[in-house]
């Protein structure tokens, strides 16, 4: 096995140098990668992160004037960027339920140090929203899907959305130019590990790039269990079975998943491996709720409420001062210092994937 899918990523010494403004948090970790969910409702119920037993047609999601505006978010960006960020992702929930979400996208697309601008989305909108969301300046999407497997698909979605769909989406997305469109795969055990060669061999070819996500224990509603857990190289040992694969290097510093390439230059896949071998020490990513949270940790039990102190009259200036001194004083290691038994009984109350975003 190739030691990049099997070490933990290194601290980095320091911040780029050509960024006077960058901020590095306790343990030296830049401030890279800003998550924006834009609201907490989804049209899918996967079990996983929104299942149906509670979150059904009674559910309280967030009102309108609970989450922040468009205004609101393009104001946490903009602080953000100044500190030194350069990567925005917009994602719920479902993002393309925001029927304007094309607006938003503009208006991010414009803001200075912005090189990397994507979406995550469960597909079944997408090729209806594609093109508009190219022409906004969107560069790329990511479409979660667990198995190109009818039943499983089914299953997996809590009985919501329609594979043609998803299939139609992609095919979209690349269209339009928002390629290589990425795929996001939670894999568990039991439940679709068994389709994961089918998936790859659908992508073979394509530009595709698949990611092959261990099952997590966000939050505290998906009935985590260590169990359930399918490692990363047990994937890719079954996958070289199929087909040889070949490690390569990162996109860029504090990319999460350990990149393979097929021998026959059949396309790219990638796995994301945060159970059995955290990458915390390359952490660059805040996250910000659609009810204005900034959280520093995918399992967070808490953040910072920005959203009064936007609606409180906080000038840019005081904005970017109160960014820069959450990310000053963060220093989450949560993956790293996992315990499974901790995490099988939900001692730690975590935030909702579904409510701060992937």
């Not at 505006?69 to 925001?98: H, M, N, Q, W």
């Not at 009810?291 to 953040?303: E, I, R, S, V």
Request: net charge neutral.
């Amino acid at each position: 096995m190739h030691n990049s899918l099997m070490t933990s990523a290194q601290f980095p010494d320091e911040l780029p140098a050509e960024d006077p403004q960058a901020i590095a948090d306790a343990l030296q970790r830049p401030l890279h990668d800003l998550r924006i969910s834009v609201l907490d409702q989804c049209n899918f119920r996967c079990p996983y992160c929104m299942p149906e037993a509670e979150f059904h047609s009674d559910y309280a999601f967030l009102k309108r004037q609970q989450r922040l505006t468009y205004d609101e978010i393009v104001r946490v960006a903009t602080a953000a960027c100044k500190l030194g960020v350069s990567k925005i992702r917009l994602t719920g929930g479902e993002p393309l339920l925001d029927k304007n979400i094309a607006v938003l996208v503009e208006r991010l697309a414009k803001l200075p140090g912005v090189d990397d601008l994507a979406l995550t989305t469960n597909g079944v909108l997408l090729s209806a929203a594609a093109e508009k969301l190219a022409k906004a300046g969107l560069h790329r999407v990511t479409v979660s899907l667990d198995s190109v497997d009818e039943k499983v698909f089914r299953a997996m979605s809590g009985g919501r959305g329609d594979l043609a769909q998803v299939f139609a989406g992609i095919a979209a997305a690349e269209d339009a130019g928002l390629g290589p469109v990425k795929i996001n795969v939670v894999v568990q055990k039991g439940v679709n590990d068994h389709t994961i060669i089918d998936l790859l061999r659908h992508f073979r070819g394509s530009g595709t790039i698949v990611r092959l996500i261990e099952f997590m224990d966000v939050g505290n509603r998906n009935g985590w269990r260590m169990n359930q857990v399918v490692p990363s190289r047990e994937l890719l040992t079954k996958i070289q079975q199929q087909w040889p694969l070949r490690p390569v290097g990162r996109n860029y510093p504090g990319e999460v998943a350990r990149r393979y390439e097929y021998v026959d230059g059949a396309g790219e896949i990638g796995f994301i491996s945060s159970v059995t071998e955290p990458f915390c020490g390359d952490c660059s990513r805040a996250r910000l709720s659609a009810d204005g949270m900034l959280y520093t940790c995918l399992f967070a039990n808490q953040g910072t409420d920005l959203r009064k102190s936007l609606r409180n009259g906080a000038v840019d200036d005081e904005l970017q001062g109160i960014l820069s001194s959450i990310w000053l004083q963060r220093a989450d290691r949560y993956s790293e210092l996992r315990s499974p038994e901790l995490a099988e009984h939900h001692v730690l109350q975590k935030v909702e994937m579904y409510r701060m975003g992937g």
